[in-house]
């Protein structure tokens, strides 16, 4: 069987994006405002990915959350507050997804407690905490494998 490669470019932007320049309440305000046509491409209007030219220079995205006034169980409503976070643009898929299922919180990816808050950006944890995490879950795997293997379950 012969593999075909195929190298297909990427078109050059011919114009202006209409959101260059925009801040970032400017987009949260665009997100809210065309919420409902959002959610028919079951798009979120509370957490998107903003790629400016920085992150263009530097390879990195923003990822914005919209926060969420409520408790769980509690019926709530986003506010128009948010929190901001730049990532390699490697990293900002997984914390994107974990937060669109609800997995995981923002503050699970970076330290929202901390002072160096500026404006709703923050720092983005270490990577070796998130490391850590893993992990301590990888150990508990293993743990709850050994188990299944004394146990004759598995080999």
Known sequence: MKLTVLTKRIPEISGPSDFAGKSIDDTRDFMVSHESQLLKIEALA????????????????????????????ERGEHTNKWMGVRLKCEEAWIMEANLSVGNMGFEEFCDVDDDKKDGGMYEKRRADCIRESEAKAIEKLEAELQKLRDGGYIY
């Not at 903003?50 to 006034?69: H, K, P, S």
Request: cysteine-free; overall charge negative; hydrophobic content about 50%.
């Open 46 to 73: 509370s957490l998107w990915l903003i790629l400016d030219q920085e992150g263009l220079e530097n390879m990195t995205a923003l990822l914005v959350e919209r926060v969420f006034d409520g408790s769980i169980g």
